[in-house]
């Protein structure tokens, strides 16, 4: 069994990939550029990959393949179309990541929420040494309790963020994108009612048509001023135009974000424009990225190769 790893960068180099020798000659390259893809793969059967595009310019010499093993939930890069007409059978990880996301968001909303980037700076730059007193508050910041927190996408990851928010105190209302998953023990409202009485928003939900820059301008107005926003599922959810119009303008308090439209961030992409990292930190995809959560990751790939094969 021949066994590819296109681009094992993308697991980290802290993961230990020998268990797969036992499945098959096992070749591992560290990146690989979408050219090449078609010369490394002609004699697999088995690719796994993670975000290189699977299809029929990639796929079309690679005669034995019989399986795409996905180091990821999300298949958005497979053309399913091409590969099951080609008989390849693909294989993703579902639910590895998510207390790893949902820790995230929480880090994520609490480096905004306490103004801990300008706490830090106001200790690091000396001036807590001049200080008259124990205790400096300039930047206001409040408690979790009683506040209304909103979530866009009710699956696995929004479920764990919901629990964790109750927890601290917080009214939890959601959306759901798909209009089917109703039956949560929290609020079911409308998108914009969600909007409108949300303290903080994070937003859970999959790429597709009806979720494609949802967050848009008019979705921005509609926020509280005083709202956090949180972004840790797809990057083209959101309008990034549109966002950087609402923290310049003040429109909302605060955003914070894991995912972009376009990774790596592009040089033009608005979001640059602020520097201000009370207002907006963004984290380079890394939600999912702990250690273990990796581990588990290969743990799932691991045994989708031996089952299906």
């Not at 399986?67 to 639910?95: E, K, P, Q």
């Not at 866009?152 to 601290?168: D, P």
């Not at 790596?264 to 979001?271: G, I, V």
Request: net charge negative; aromatic share 8%; with cysteine.
């Amino acid at each position: 069994m021949e066994i590819v790893f296109l681009e094992t960068i993308s697991l980290g180099d802290d993961i230990n990939l020998d268990r797969f020798d036992e499945l098959g000659h096992v070749t591992k390259y560290r990146d690989t550029p979408v050219e090449v893809v078609p010369e490394r793969v002609k004699d697999a059967d088995v690719v796994v990959i993670n975000k290189i595009p699977m299809n029929e310019k990639t796929l079309a010499g690679a005669s034995h393949l019989k399986l795409v093993a996905v180091t990821a939930t999300g298949m958005d890069n497979i053309d399913r179309a091409y590969t099951d007409s080609h008989g390849i059978l693909s294989a993703n990880v579902a639910g590895y990541s998510t207390e790893a996301v949902a820790q995230h968001t929480f880090a994520l909303m609490f480096y905004v929420l306490h103004k801990l980037a300008y706490y830090d700076h106001y200790v690091k730059s000396g001036a807590y040494c001049t200080s008259v007193q124990f205790s400096h508050f300039e930047q206001k910041f409040s408690e979790l309790d009683g506040k209304t927190w909103g979530i866009v996408g009710m699956g696995a990851i929004g479920k764990r963020v919901a629990s964790h928010a109750q927890e601290f105190g917080c009214n939890v209302i959601y959306y759901s994108t798909s209009g089917k998953n109703t039956d949560q023990p929290y609020e079911s409202v409308s998108f914009e009612e969600l909007l409108k009485r949300s303290d903080l928003i994070s937003v859970h939900a999959p790429l597709n048509p009806a979720t494609r820059k949802l967050f848009d301008r008019a979705a921005f107005e509609k926020m509280k001023k005083s709202a956090i926003f949180i972004n840790v599922a797809r990057g083209a959810i959101v309008d990034q135009e549109a966002l950087t119009w609402a923290l310049q303008e003040n429109k909302i308090a605060a955003a914070a974000l894991d995912v972009l439209d376009g990774e790596p961030m592009r040089e033009d992409n608005p979001l640059r424009q602020i520097q201000d990292s009370g207002k907006l930190i963004i984290t380079p995809h890394i939600a999912w990225a702990p250690k273990e959560t990796r581990e588990r990751l290969l743990d799932g790939v691991y045994e989708n190769i031996k089952k299906i094969l």
